[in-house]
């Protein structure tokens, strides 16, 4: 707790060195009372800091709220009834805050923020420019691009060639020259004192050695911190007019401040989340309810609307705060300043404040962060540009709400393309199309959905699988409904859909099952067979199953059956062939029994499946580390157990004539596959039934080695 506090109590200090001026400038630039702007400061600082989550600095409203402030005052008058706005504004944001609105933030594309941080940073070394040299005739906190004074932004740092101070020249160079290196020093070793406090003390200690040795360099009192001296403090509080209360204008601006002030902390919360180097979350809820009630307060007693500023949050995370106590300082240390220390604050040069903030605009619009955004592709680099030249050209807000169009455009252009999965698979020798829909779909996926579904093949068969989604917007679903009723008809499709949720008032639409009858049976050729149980382990394998719909092929195969293969494997639970080869009910017939050894009925099984019910193939399947075969190597006796396993003697002496005799892996597995071959051999041997189908190539018999590690089966043909 003890180094939390060593650290935020420079970073507090910082934020005040830097906030003073500005919630000055801010002030006189809205037209309120000098010293409104460091009242809404103080509240910012420790109000909204005790209540609220984050270590935002807030203070005085940033320029696009700060033209508001202008308009307002002039549009109601009297600054007392200007307050009553201020006031409503704060219950209006409280309000929004216990009614949860603060998820707007979570839809803010990051290219957006970013871009936002990027243009604040380049909006601050242009501004700051002109205060670095000595040229300070605009206000210090007028961010926008059209300034008060008929310059702009560009034309104000053309000035600074016919004016400048060399001595505040040498101040600010100094001044970045420290920070800049200052982490090479031992200094850097002083948590408690940053590199950006000593800029100011060296920038007051050089100006009285400019004063006192070297005149010409002395920076004037119009370039340096101007505090106002105070008579009382009961000078400093204004109430509001309540009598105003049913005057409509106070209402139309009380609910443009709320809404701009919120949008503004909830996009600064979400850039300060970003910069924030442990990533740590607050609720912009709890932060909608802390600043209303600092509006609220600040209103009663004079201020201007108070909003979160990100200059002074971004001072205050590079100045190495770590809670929300910096926050607090910061209105502690300008509530302590305004009524002891303003003879003292008058001494800072401007020049070293700028110091501080061309930084800090440095690190918001680093290069690398232009090459990290290109490298994402246009539909994140071109919204992030537009951004930042919006905002560097008019405020935040536009430049914001651009950001957020454009990036909708491409949300839009993303979502044209396929939102879901198509993929066409091939069961026995039917080609089916499958359309998997994802989590969400909503309107935005309407053309996608319609033209890919419209353009599918006359006679074709067709599944709208929405198993896994949450959420259809009732466009989908009209789309699906038209589809079902009108298209599909007219083109002969047969179509399931299937999946749907009781609440979308769709019903499941099941048109067709695939499972094999008698004609497709007859149709498949052994080498079909072999394929299709290649291409279902395959499946298998890389997790891309088909789904079964399992509860319609009951009803499908209880009118008969008509498998293309007959498997014999073991009875190892590892080893459950349909899942193996991704088949369905009705597509084989599966013997299992321990070590896949055969017998007198196993064969009379295989001879009736090939014979009668037409099955075009027979499978041998083992599979590596089978219990049987290595109860077998290990000779165990046990009842019927010793006469089953008496069977796979043949294949351990011939395993045992290519390697020496053992029970370790590799020779279990050698045993195994010439149990396999051994089986296949017995098969044509012992049936003149299945060898006469097989000679006229209506019966394939192949041999397969199933890998219990893999899941990859090796065919032997």
């Not at 002030?27 to 005790?50: C, E, H, N, Q, T």
């Not at 996009?267 to 442990?278: G, S």
């Not at 690190?363 to 990290?372: D, Y």
């Not at 295989?606 to 599979?623: N, W």
Request: charged content about 15%; glycine content about 6%; aromatic content about 10%.
């Amino acid at each position: 707790m003890f180094s939390k506090i060593k650290n935020d109590f420079p970073a507090g200090l910082v934020v005040f060195l830097v906030a003073l001026p500005l919630c000055l400038g801010v002030a006189l630039a809205s037209g309120a009372p000098l010293l409104s702007g460091v009242i809404s400061g103080i509240i910012g600082g420790i109000v909204v800091g005790i209540l609220s989550q984050s270590h935002t600095s807030v203070s005085g409203p940033a320029a696009g709220l700060a033209a508001v402030v202008l308009s307002a005052i002039t549009k109601l008058g009297p600054f007392d009834v200007f307050l009553l706005a201020v006031v409503l504004a704060g219950v209006i944001q409280l309000i929004m805050g216990l009614a949860k609105s603060g998820f707007i933030a979570n839809y803010i594309p990051s290219n957006v923020i970013k871009g936002l941080l990027a243009a604040i940073g380049i909006i601050l070394i242009l501004k700051q420019i002109p205060h670095a040299v000595g040229f300070d005739r605009d206000a210090e906190n007028d961010f926008v691009f059209l300034q008060q004074d008929g310059e702009n932004t560009f034309s104000e740092l053309l000035n600074i060639f016919t004016y400048f101070s060399w001595g505040a020249i040498i101040i600010s160079s100094l001044s970045i020259l420290v920070m800049l290196y200052w982490d090479k020093t031992p200094m850097k070793k002083f948590k408690f004192f940053p590199a950006s406090l000593f800029v100011v003390f060296l920038g007051v200690f050089l100006n009285f050695i400019f004063k006192t040795y070297f005149p010409t360099l002395y920076i004037s009192s119009e370039h340096l911190v101007n505090i106002p001296p105070i008579k009382s403090v009961s000078s400093l509080i204004t109430l509001p007019a309540f009598h105003s209360i049913g005057n409509y204008q106070v209402w139309i601006v009380a609910f443009t401040i709320a809404i701009i002030a919120s949008l503004e902390t909830l996009l600064n919360l979400e850039a300060v989340e970003n910069m924030d180097p442990y990533k740590r979350q607050a609720s912009p809820n709890r932060e909608l309810v802390a600043q209303g009630i600092g509006n609220i307060v600040s209103g009663l007693i004079g201020g201007i609307p108070i909003t979160s500023v990100i200059v002074r949050s971004s001072v205050n995370i590079n100045a190495g705060a770590e809670t929300k106590l910096s926050a607090i300082l910061h209105g502690v240390f300008l509530t302590i300043s305004v009524l002891l220390l303003s003879p003292f604050l008058n001494l800072i040069p401007l020049a070293a404040l700028a110091s501080i903030l061309l930084l800090t605009g440095y690190k918001l619009a680093k290069v690398s962060l232009f090459v990290e955004m290109y490298k994402k592709g246009q539909n994140q680099f071109i919204p992030f540009l537009l951004t930042i030249i919006a905002i560097i050209f008019t405020d935040l807000l536009i430049g914001v709400l651009l950001g957020l169009l454009i990036s909708i455009f491409y949300l839009l252009k993303n979502n044209y393309r396929n939102p879901f999965v198509i993929e066409k698979e091939t069961l026995h020798i039917d080609e089916t199309i499958r359309i998997e829909l994802p989590n969400q779909v909503s309107f935005l996926n309407k053309a996608s959905i319609k033209t890919t579904l419209w353009a599918i093949p006359n006679g074709s068969k067709v599944i709208i699988d929405a198993t896994y989604c949450d959420f259809i917007d009732d466009d989908i679903l009209e789309i699906i409904q038209d589809y079902k009723t009108t298209v599909s008809v007219s083109k002969s499709i047969k179509l399931n859909v299937i999946g749907l949720k009781q609440h979308y008032k769709l019903d499941d639409h099941i048109q067709f099952i695939n499972v094999l009858d008698k004609a497709t049976q007859q149709k498949l050729q052994p080498n079909e067979v072999v394929q299709i149980l290649k291409n279902g382990n395959e499946r298998f394998v890389s997790g891309k199953w088909t789904n079964k719909y399992l509860k319609h092929q009951i009803n499908a195969t209880s009118f008969g059956q008509n498998p293309i293969a007959v498997v014999l494997s073991c009875i190892d639970s590892r080893t459950t062939t349909e899942h193996i080869f991704d088949l369905g009910l009705g597509d084989i017939f599966s013997i299992r029994i321990a070590g896949n050894i055969l017998n007198d009925d196993i064969l009379g099984s295989m001879e009736y499946a090939t014979k009668f019910v037409g099955t075009k193939l027979i499978v041998v399947l083992g599979h590596t580390k089978c219990g049987a075969i290595g109860a077998a190597c290990n000779h165990v006796q046990m009842e019927h157990i010793t006469i089953l396993l008496d069977k796979v003697k043949p294949a351990i002496e011939k395993a045992s004539h290519v390697l020496e005799k053992s029970t370790d892996a590799l020779f279990v597995r050698k045993v195994t596959e010439f149990n396999i071959h051994l089986t296949m051999e017995r098969i044509r041997k012992e049936s003149s039934t299945i060898a006469t189908l097989e000679q006229e190539g209506k019966v394939k018999l192949i041999g397969g080695l199933y890998d219990i590690e893999t899941g990859i089966v090796t065919f032997y043909v």
